[in-house]
């Protein structure tokens, strides 16, 4: 029998959590260090201000920004858990924050495509997607 190393403490999951708390904190030369050049970021949505598929990082780093943005900072994140293996990751969270007199309370999923320890494609799925959609037109 061998022992399995729990999903939830791979060194991707680590990762992933590093990831949120330099989101949380502002701590941009780590969400550079996690977020290649090229990586793709698909967020879901028809109307909404962030709905699209963002192709680069800078597209990523603007994405994020507008976020704080379009909510005049008030988006914040709790994250629920992280499970990963050497190609995926998977992260649980609910966002909230409020803009233009609406508020989101939302619970999110990340599915992560990993490549070297770094997030290569992000698909983001929402719980109420009407909602979110609303929320960020």
Known sequence: MYARRRMSNHPNAARIRQLFEAFRHGDIATVQEVIPEDAVWHFPGRHGKLAGT????????????????????????????????????????????????????NPTCL?????????????????????VDDFWS
Do not use: C, P
């Open 54 to 105: 963002h192709t680069g990082r800078d597209a990523i780093f603007a994405f994020l920004i507008n976020v704080q943005a379009l909510t005049d900072n008030t988006f914040d994140l709790d994250l629920i858990d992280v499970l990963a293996n050497d190609e995926h990751a998977v992260a649980l969270f609910r966002g909230h924050g409020s803009r233009d007199g609406k508020t989101l309370d």
């Open 111 to 131: 599915r992560m495509r990993m490549r070297d320890g770094r997030v290569a494609e992000v698909w983001e799925f929402v719980w109420d997607l009407y909602h």
